[in-house]
C-alpha cells in the first residue's frame, strides 16, 4: 500500500519533469544594453502607472532596468518586455530616445513563463499575465501544474483563464490600460452577445464602466427567487467560498443591489480583509477568493 510520503515524492517529481521545460537547462545570457524607444512595445499593461514616475525618470534617470526578451521580426531585432513596463512608459513621456534595458535569451515558453510569474504582484498587470498564459496552453502546457510552477495557485490561474474568453476589442483595451481589471473580469463572463454589445459601448466611449454592465439584459433582469434574495438580503457580505469563481458569480449580482448601504459596507469590509490578508503574507489562494468578492461587490456599488 502506498503511503503518503510515496504520493508527496511522486508529486514532487512531477512538477520537477514539468518544470524542465520552463527553465532553460543553464542560466540564460544577460546582458544591459540601450534600446531605441521605437523597437520597444507600447502594448504592455500600465493602467497603474503614474506621472510622478517620468518625473524621476527626469531627475534621477530610470532606477532599474526593465527585463526584455528579443524576438525576430522581418529582420529587425525587436523586444518582448516581460517585466517593467511602467518604466518604460516613463522613461518614453521624459523623452529618452534610448532606454536602459536587461536583455535575456530564452525560449518563447520560457519567456512567456517569466512575464506569468514577474507581473503577479501588480494588480494592474492581468493583461500581461493573461498573454502569457495564453502562450503557455497554446504550448500544451497543463494549467494546474503552471499554477503549482508559478506560485500564482489554482484561484488566479483561473480566472486569468477566463480573460481569454473576452472579447478581443475589450481584451485590446485592458491591455492599453484603458479597461480596468474588474470590469474585465467581470465582462470575461458574460454571454458573447452581451460582450459584444459592451464592445461597441466602448467604441462609440471610449470607456466602460460597472454601470454600463448592469445595464445589460444578462444583468438587468432576474428571476422571483432571486428577487426574493434581494428583498431579505441582511447587511453581513457573503462568505467567499459562495462568492462564486471570478466572474462566474455575476449571476445574482442584480440580488445586490436591493440594499445599496449594505452592499458598500460589504465591499469596504472586503477591502479591509484583503489587505489585512496582504499584510500577513496569507496564502494566495485564499486572498484570490477575498479578491474575487470584493470585485463582484464594486459591480454594485458607487
Request: aromatic share 4%.
Amino acid at each position: 500500500m502506498r503511503s503518503d510520503n510515496d504520493a508527496a515524492n511522486d508529486a514532487a517529481i512531477d512538477l520537477e519533469r514539468f518544470e524542465l521545460r520552463l527553465f532553460p537547462a543553464d542560466p540564460p545570457a544577460t546582458a544591459d544594453i540601450q534600446v531605441e524607444e521605437r523597437r520597444l512595445p507600447y502594448e504592455p499593461t500600465v493602467a497603474a502607472f503614474s506621472p510622478a514616475l517620468s518625473r524621476v525618470v527626469e531627475r534621477f534617470g530610470l532606477p532599474e532596468r526593465p527585463l526584455v526578451m528579443a524576438l525576430e521580426d522581418d529582420g529587425e531585432e525587436e523586444f518582448q518586455v516581460l517585466s517593467g513596463a511602467r518604466w518604460i512608459r516613463a522613461a518614453r513621456e521624459a523623452g529618452m530616445d534610448r532606454i536602459p534595458v536587461r536583455a535575456v535569451e530564452l525560449s518563447e515558453v520560457s519567456g512567456a513563463f517569466l512575464a506569468l510569474v514577474l507581473n503577479q504582484q501588480w494588480t494592474a498587470d492581468v493583461a500581461a499575465q493573461a498573454d502569457a498564459l495564453q502562450a503557455l496552453l497554446e504550448h500544451g502546457l497543463d494549467e494546474e501544474e503552471l499554477a503549482k510552477a508559478s506560485g500564482l495557485g489554482r484561484g488566479r490561474v483561473r480566472r486569468l483563464s477566463t480573460l481569454l474568453e473576452l472579447h478581443p476589442v475589450l481584451r485590446q483595451a485592458l491591455r492599453a490600460g484603458r479597461l480596468k481589471p474588474q470590469v474585465a473580469f467581470a465582462a470575461a463572463g458574460l454571454s458573447p452577445e452581451s460582450q459584444e454589445a459592451l464592445a461597441v459601448v466602448y467604441e462609440q466611449e471610449g470607456e466602460l464602466t460597472t454601470a454600463d454592465l448592469r445595464n445589460l439584459p444578462e444583468l438587468a433582469t432576474g428571476d422571483a427567487e432571486a428577487e426574493a434574495e434581494a428583498e431579505g438580503a441582511a447587511g453581513d457580505p457573503p462568505p467567499a467560498e459562495d462568492a462564486g469563481d471570478g466572474a462566474g458569480g455575476l449571476a445574482g449580482l442584480p440580488t445586490v443591489t436591493a440594499s445599496e448601504d449594505a452592499a458598500t459596507r460589504a465591499r469596504r469590509q472586503a477591502e479591509e480583509l484583503l489587505r489585512t490578508l496582504e499584510q500577513a503574507q496569507v496564502p494566495g489562494e485564499i486572498r484570490d477568493r477575498v479578491a474575487e468578492v470584493v470585485e463582484q461587490l464594486s459591480l454594485v456599488t458607487v
